[in-house]
T-cell receptor
Framework: NAGVTQTPKFQVLKTGQSMTLQCAQD?????MSWYRQDPGMGLRLIHYSVGAGITDQGEVPNGYNVSRSTTEDFPLRLLSAAPSQTSVYFC???????????FGPGTRLLVL | DQQVKQNSPSLSVQEGRISILNCDYTNSMFDYFLWYKKYPAEGPTFLIS?????DKNEDGRFTVFLNKSAKHLSLHIVPSQPGDSAVYFC?????????????FGKGTKLSVKP
């Protein structure tokens, strides 16, 4: 049981490049979400999903796209990276919205 | 405007003593509160939570107290151990326990010295 896995661990992008941050969980959790953490800041919700085929925006969704085609995977897409998206990104999952969220180890992204 | 505030960026405590981490909130609609612990290069892990219908919840060495009138909660760790050294995040939700839209504080870095 791997829990919540995220790839890559670290990525450097140039402004304007696109990339996808991967998130997968093997716990059959319905609820998945993406957060970003900036220095000296708490985690902020980007997007979340209550089940396959359903996604919604969080507090800071601009510049990011998500989709949920399977229960296991919840990728986060940056279509045109900007330096303001330099951050550490955490994916989380839970059985339901009212259950404890389990976080992945994070992806550190640097946009030059 | 921060809805969840952790005004102490860091706290240093001697092993065996009590650690008290504080959190204030401004949104009176919040009804569920959580504490997460985070080690470097790892994701946050859930520690303890409390519903607004309670004023105390205890789990082993960890106790969370909620003062709704003051919009304040605190996490007590007794006794503190070096392994407790981590960043602690306070988080709140206004969806009756739903953790879908958690609002996090900036965190407090706890250092427990042997």
């Amino acid at each position: 049981n791997a829990g919540v896995t995220q790839t890559p661990k670290f990525q450097v992008l140039k402004t304007g490049q696109s990339m996808t941050l991967q998130c997968a969980q093997d716990m059959n959790h319905e609820y998945m979400s993406w957060y970003r953490q900036d220095p000296g800041m708490g985690l902020r919700l980007i997007h979340y999903s209550v089940g396959a085929g359903i996604t919604d925006q969080g507090e800071v969704p601009n510049g990011y796209n998500v989709s949920r085609s399977t229960t296991e995977d919840f990728p986060l897409r940056l279509l045109s990276a900007a330096p303001s998206q330099t951050s550490v990104y955490f994916c989380a999952s839970s059985y339901g919205a009212e259950e404890t969220q389990y976080f992945g180890p994070g992806t550190r992204l640097l946009v030059l | 405007d921060q809805q969840v505030k952790q005004n102490s960026p860091s706290l240093s405590v001697q092993e065996g003593r009590i650690s008290i981490l504080n959190c204030d909130y401004t949104n009176s609609m919040f009804d569920y509160f959580l504490w997460y612990k985070k080690y470097p290069a790892e994701g946050p892990t859930f520690l303890i939570s409390i519903s607004s219908i309670k004023d105390k919840n205890e789990d082993g060495r960890f106790t969370v107290f909620l003062n709704k009138s003051a919009k304040h909660l605190s996490l007590h760790i007794v006794p503190s151990q070096p392994g407790d050294s981590a960043v602690y995040f306070c988080a709140a939700s206004e969806n009756g326990g739903s953790q879908g839209n958690l609002i996090f504080g900036k965190g407090t870095k706890l250092s427990v010295k042997p």
